[in-house]
Structure formats: C-alpha cells, structure tokens
C-alpha cells in the first residue's frame, strides 16, 4: 500500500511482510482496504464492510497492522538498540516485561530491540496457526480468536508507545512522523472501532489517542 510506504527506508525492515490469509476472503478483503484508505478517511476505513464477517475483518487487519509495525519499528533498528533502549519503556512511568506463557512464562525484563523481536516472532506464530488464523474457506474461527487479537493489538500498541516516548525526535530527524502519525491514527481508530485494547492500557498515550478520537 502507497500510503504505508517508506520509500528507500523500507529496506531496514527486519523480517519480511506477511500476506494476508490466502484462503480465506482475505484477498477480496484486502482489496476493499487498499481501496478504502486511498481515500484518504480512515474513519471509513476500518469500519466492518456491510455483510462481511467480523472475525475475516479481524484476521485480515491483524495481519496488516503486523506488517505496519514492523515497517516502522524497522527504521530504527539502527537507533534503537539494548545499550540505547535496555528496558522496554513508554516514559518515566511504563515498563512492559515480557512473556509469551509458554516458553517464557515469568515475565521477564528485557531491551526494548529484545522485546519486539520476542513480540513479532509470537505474533507470527499465532498468524501462521491456522488452527487461531484459518487459511481453508469455511474453517472456523476458534472460539478465543478475538482474545488472540486483542493480546496481539496490546501489545502492538506497546512498540508505538516506545517509539513515540523514546525515538520521536529520531522519526522527526528522518521525516516520517506524518507516515508514524497516519499509521498510529489507523491503529487508534480500528482498535477503538472495535473495542479491542483496555482504556487503562492506553494511558502512554491518552492525550494522543484522545485527540485522535475527539472524546
């Protein structure tokens, strides 16, 4: 998608893109978002298409807001290492631990650069889980799949709360903060839309979100 380009920066992504669900309607669900945010209105764009299933909504999107932070976070992996970042902050007042309840079961302290590599490589477990994110027409969703995404979209918001906290003026350096700030205003909307991170999570970023929402 043109709007989520980061022209000759795209390169520092650190893992490759994920497409979306082949099997499902994710194609033609795909399609209706490119359209949809070529239009400039992101209100309209995260909003259910009228007769389409939530959870293919879901799926689809989970996958696109992946790609998207993982585009972003990939600009500052030069900047934003263990000896610059070595805890995983949004300010003075948040810190986010790590653990993913199988392997690492006791939240653990880690660098904010370890974090978001443990953070994508469970996402992409549970994206490439077709038992949670079907790839099979007429498969179904498993009865936890929106308990899944709302895990994932958390902690998704955790990278922008660090970013936004810790690198802001590095993205101001590099003339991306008109890209961070649509990217993040989506986010906003679309997890507002359909009510899928806590209030109490999103303090980092109240004011922000707040003025994004207009409350």
Same mark, same amino acid.
């Given at each position: ?20 669900? #082949? ?15 070529? #239009? ?32 972003? @976070? ?56 077709? #038992? ?24 998704? @918001? ?7 906290? #810790? ?49």
């Amino acid at each position: 998608m043109s709007l989520f380009g980061l022209g000759s920066r795209n390169q520092k992504t650190f893992r490759p893109k994920k497409n979306t669900p #082949s099997g499902s309607k994710g194609a033609q669900l795909q399609r209706h978002i490119d359209a949809t945010l070529g #239009s400039g209105n992101l209100r309209e764009a995260v909003r259910l298409p009228p007769g389409e299933d939530i959870n293919e909504w879901l799926a689809v999107n989970t996958v696109d807001f992946f790609n998207q932070v993982n585009l972003l @976070f990939g600009t500052l992996t030069e900047f934003c290492t263990p000896s610059n970042c070595p805890t995983m902050t949004a300010g003075a007042k948040y810190e986010y631990r790590w653990a993913d309840g199988v392997t690492i079961k006791k939240p653990i302290e880690v660098s904010a650069p370890k974090y978001v590599e443990y953070l994508m490589d469970w996402i992409e477990v549970q994206l490439d889980d077709e #038992s949670i994110f079907p790839q099979k027409l007429g498969v179904p969703f498993p009865a936890n799949f929106i308990d899944v995404v709302k895990t994932i979209f958390k902690r998704l @918001f955790r990278v922008y709360a660090h970013i936004y906290h #810790s690198h802001f003026q590095k993205i101001v350096s590099l003339k991306e903060e008109a890209h961070l700030n649509t990217c993040f205003k989506h986010f906003v909307l679309f997890t507002w839309e359909f009510r899928l991170i806590d209030k109490g999570e999103l303090a980092p970023l109240y004011d922000l979100v707040e003025s994004i929402l207009q409350l």
